[in-house]
């Protein structure tokens, strides 16, 4: 599990928390966790991403992790001025390089990701199930709900190589006033969200829990979703955040 | 205190099960509405007696026969399902059933995004007909639709064809599937082999770790199930 916490754009201190923990499925079987997240904060801005690797491909699981640092080298490189086309396709570039000279296909990764320049510009997206989830903080609590693809039946659209942009989504927010809240989830998470109340689960990661220290909140947030209160979910499970902690908040 | 239970559900993801039950005049002869009246309760209390955690097996049953097309019984999960017997009578507007199937298996509400992947189960002793009881090959068309919908067509699918006049090319062209073939039930017992199959590859789908993977037990012997 990584944190981050850096100075936004002067209207506060960014913060991602997320955690991730294998379902049990895959512990039953002695097999890895094939969900991944990464929070990474650097000068242009910060990135959230979360992947989950498609259960049937025999590399999924480096998969997962080259799309969570092709993320962060993307973002280490585009000003706040890159289109979402071009966010998306250097990432899809950048994931083709790390994954070869094996074959991408046996590679595939959903890819969710939250990236938010010091401008306050935040870019919200991907492909594949799971669910990325933008609530704007004040009296009206927004949901925007921005699922990269039609994960049902155990099929879903993932990273596999060039030619998949129709499956993608992405949005833009404006966030410089750093009232957004990001919450992305793997399908093993999402599937089981009661969507109605996402804007009090987003507040409650944030406000109940957001001031906790790093391992504090790993430790948390992993027993919470080690002991999933749905029945008969088996999948990996992963979950992260990124808001804005402005002066004088507690979370 | 709040906890991650309050933001979450309750039950488990959902694995319907939606039967399209001929209950045409024909229906009515040789015991045959019986037979299907026994063996769809004897699924459901399977059902409802499966305690797999995976999956909470949801059952829907669509009638066709007098008065068109029509949901007998709402989706609704095993457990909680109550069981009123159908009565034969009236022509086969399969057409219209498979209709009614394709909105289903696509209503959002009533099937959400995280459920698993529907077995539907179509089982009919004749030729469809439109409302009026003339021959008719209306049920291409609607076959089509679903096969060609975003979830019938990636549905778990199954075919009972009873006595000789069934239209096996219409339920095969049902299942559309080479590697699953027509079974045919020529005694009304063995409707009831049909439906314990049935059951079996459900309940193996709902305690297996990947339940939308598609698991198909072999297929029942019926001559040897006759009664």
């Known amino acids: 599990m990584r944190s981050s916490r850096r100075r936004c754009g002067g209207v506060g201190t960014l913060r991602m928390m997320g955690a991730t923990v294998p379902g049990p499925h895959h512990l039953q079987q002695g097999q890895p966790n094939q969900d991944c997240w990464g929070g990474y904060g650097m000068r242009r801005g910060h990135v959230l991403v979360v992947c989950d690797g498609v259960g049937s491909c025999p590399r999924s699981r480096q998969g997962s992790r080259a799309a969570c640092r092709a993320a962060r080298e993307v973002m280490r490189d585009a000003s706040d001025e890159v289109t979402a086309a071009s966010f998306r396709d250097r990432l899809v570039e950048r994931w083709l390089e790390m994954v070869r000279p094996g074959i991408p296909s046996a590679c595939a990764t959903t890819c969710l990701v939250a990236a938010r320049w010091r401008s306050g510009r935040l870019l919200v997206g991907g492909i594949g199930d799971g669910l990325a989830a933008v609530v704007r903080g004040g009296l009206e609590a927004r949901v925007e709900i921005v699922d990269g693809g039609r994960g049902e039946f155990g099929e879903t659209a993932a990273l596999c190589g060039r030619g998949e942009e129709q499956w993608w989504t992405m949005r833009d927010f404006d966030d410089s006033r750093g009232q957004h809240r990001v919450l992305l989830a793997t399908d093993g998470v999402a599937n089981d969200l009661v969507l109605e109340r996402l804007p009090s689960l987003v507040n409650w990661l944030v406000e109940r829990h957001g001031a906790d220290g790093r391992r504090r909140w790993r430790s948390r947030m992993r027993g919470m979703l080690g002991r999933w209160p749905t029945p008969g979910s088996s999948d990996d499970r992963t979950l992260a955040v990124m808001w804005t902690m402005t002066e004088g908040a507690h979370g | ?227």
């Open chain 2, 1 to 227: 205190m709040t906890q991650m239970s309050d933001f979450t559900l309750a039950t488990a993801r959902p694995l319907p099960v939606i039967v399209l039950a001929d209950v045409s005049g024909s229906m009515s002869e040789h015991g045959k509405i019986d037979s299907l009246n026994r063996a769809i309760t004897e699924m459901i209390t399977s059902f409802a007696a499966e305690r797999a955690e995976r999956a909470e097996i949801q059952v829907a049953v669509i009638t066709f026969g007098a008065g068109g097309a029509r949901i007998h019984t709402e989706l609704t999960s095993a457990g909680k399902t109550v069981w009123n017997p159908m009565r034969a009578d009236g022509p086969t507007p399969l057409g219209d059933a498979v209709e009614v199937a394709t909105r289903l298996v696509e209503d959002r509400q009533r099937i959400p995004g995280r459920a698993y992947r529907p077995a539907l189960v179509l089982v009919s002793d004749g030729h469809p007909t439109d409302a009026n009881g003339r021959a008719s090959d209306n049920w291409k068309l609607p076959v089509q639709r679903l096969l060609e919908s975003e979830r019938g067509g990636r549905a778990d699918r199954f075919a009972l064809a009873i006595g000789d006049d069934a239209d096996e090319a219409m339920l095969s062209a049902f299942l559309a599937d080479p590697a699953k073939s027509v079974l045919r039930a020529s005694e009304a017992g063995q409707i009831q082999a049909f439906f314990r199959w049935v059951t079996m590859s459900v309940t193996a789908r709902s305690r297996s770790a990947t339940p939308n993977a598609l698991l198909l037990p072999p297929p029942p012997d019926l001559e040897a199930d006759a009664f």
